[in-house]
C-alpha cells in the first residue's frame, strides 16, 4: 500500500533490515512470560499505547486500583482499542464466549470498556483515559459501584496538572486532536464566499441526528466536586452524545434521551452562556461539548499547559475594527482561551487585540455590543477527518502509534514482533514523508478507511 501511495520514494530494505531482526530476535529474548507481573502495571502500559496514552505515574496506578480489581485491569490489558467481535476476542484471548461477556460487561457498565451491537453480535473495545473513562466516571450522575468518587476526581486533578506529561501525550504536536472548535454560525458574516458547510454548523448535527443524550458535564462536574465551580455559572447537564454513541450511554446510565429539539435548546443555553462547542469529524459524529474556559480540560490543555495545538480551530478567525472598537474589555473577559487583550494604540486608546491562538469559536464576536468584531474565513482550511476511524488513523500516523492501532495483542508474539517492526518502519522515509505531506497523508489515511470498509463489508456476507 505504501507504494502505491509514494510510486517516486525508493527505499533501500537491505540497509535496514539486518537491525529490524535484530531488534525482533533481541525483543524477543527480552519477553518475560512470568505470570505474576503486576495487572494494574499491564493495565497502565495498555492504555499508555492508546492513542492519548497513559504516562505511569503512581497517582495514575491509584486510580486504576480504585476503579478495577486485578482481575478486571488484567482483562482490560488484554483488549483491542478498535471495536472487535466477541467471538474473536474469544478466540484471541482463549476465553469462552459466556465467560468473556459477563467479565467484559461489567468493564462496559464501569466506562472501562465501548460494547456495540453489529450484525447480532457484541462488539469491544478499550476505551482510553480521556476521552474514555475520564468523562464517564465523572458525568455519571448515579454511582452504582460506590466509588470513592470525591477522591477520584482529586486524584484524576492531581494526574492531570502534577507535571505536563499527560497533557502532552493527549495534545501533541499535530494538526488532528480529540477535538474540533464549531463557530457560532450566527457570528458569521452573510457573504458568499464564506460557505459554511453542514459539518461545520452545530445545529445541523444535532438536526440530523438519529439518537440524542445528554449527560452532565464531566469538567464542570469535576470542578464542582472540587469546590471550584464554573465561573460562568453555566449549566451542567449540556454533554451530548449522537446515535451510536448514544445507545451506549443510555444503555449504561451515563445519560439520558432528549429529542432533536431538546438538543437545539441546550445548544442556545450554552451559546448564551459563551460557552465552546466542540466535536470530532465530518460525518457522524459522536459527541459535541459545549465548554467554559474555566473548567474544560481541553481548553486547560491549550491555556494552562501552552499547547496552542490542544483543540483544532474553526475555519474563521475573529478580526477587529478598530474604528468601532472602544476598548470595554468585553471580548477579552469572555473569551474561553484568554486569546484577547485590552491595549493602548499609538493614540493612547484602548482596543481589542487578538492573538493567533485564536479558535475561531465566535463567542467574542456574538458578546460585542458594538459591532466591533466580526468573523472571517482563515487563508487555508483546517484538516477535518471524514470519520471517527479517519480520525484515529490521522491521530495515530501523527503520534507515532500507527502500530498500536494495527498490532493490538501484545501477548501475541506475531503482534509484538510486527508491531516492534512497524514502530521502527514509521521512523523510515516513506512514513516520514506521508505524515509531513498532506496531500499524500490524505491518500494514505483514504486508502486505509477504504480497505477497512471493504473488510467490514465481506464481514457482513
Known sequence: MLTSLIPKIKVQPKQYLPSLFQ??????????????????????????????????????????????????????????????????????????????????????????????????????????????????????????????????????????????????????AGETQIGRTLVHEETLPQMNDAKIYDYERATEIIKSAKKITVSLCCCRMKSQR???????????????????????????????????????????????????????????????????????????????????????TSNYIMQVDTEKCIGCGKCAKECPIDAIEIKKDSNGKKKAIRSDICLGCGVCVSKCKFGALSMKPRKERVYTPETVFERYIAMALERGKLANLLFEYPEKFSHRALGRIFSMMEKLPPLTIIKNNKKLKSRFIAKMAENAKKKAIKTKK
Open 226 to 312: 472540587l469546590n471550584h465551580p464554573c465561573k460562568k455559572d453555566a449549566p451542567l447537564e449540556t454533554c451530548l452524545t449522537f446515535d451510536r454513541a448514544a445507545d451506549y450511554i443510555l444503555r449504561h446510565n451515563f445519560g439520558k434521551e432528549i429529542t432533536n429539539q431538546r438538543g437545539l435548546e441546550i445548544l442556545k443555553q450554552a451559546k448564551e452562556y459563551g460557552l465552546v462547542q466542540i466535536d470530532n469529524v465530518k460525518y457522524e459524529p459522536t459527541y459535541m461539548c459545549n465548554c467554559c474556559g474555566c473548567c474544560c480540560g481541553m481548553l486547560q490543555g491549550l491555556k494552562t499547559f501552552n499547547l496552542p495545538h490542544a483543540v483544532v
Open 23 to 172: 531488534s525482533v530476535i533481541r525483543f524477543h529474548g527480552n519477553h518475560s512470560h512470568d505470570g505474576d507481573d503486576d495487572a494494574y502495571e499491564k493495565y497502565q502500559k495498555r492504555l499508555d499505547r492508546t492513542l492519548t496514552g497513559a504516562p505511569a505515574s503512581e497517582t495514575l496506578m491509584k486510580i486504576l486500583k480504585i476503579i478495577a480489581t486485578p482481575k478486571e485491569a488484567r482483562l482490560a490489558s488484554r483488549l483491542p482499542s478498535m471495536p472487535t467481535p466477541i467471538s474473536k476476542l474469544s478466540k484471541e484471548l482463549k476465553i469462552p464466549i459466556k465467560e468473556l461477556d459477563e467479565q467484559i460487561s461489567v468493564l462496559a457498565d464501569k466506562g472501562l470498556v465501548i460494547d456495540m451491537q453489529i450484525n447480532n453480535e457484541k462488539y469491544f473495545s478499550l476505551v482510553p483515559i480521556v476521552i474514555g473513562f475520564f468523562e464517564f466516571l465523572m458525568m455519571r450522575a448515579n454511582n452504582p459501584y460506590d466509588l470513592p468518587i470525591v477522591e477520584i476526581t482529586q486524584l484524576f486533578d492531581r494526574y492531570i496538572f502534577e507535571n505536563d506529561k499527560f497533557a502532552n501525550s493527549v495534545f501533541p
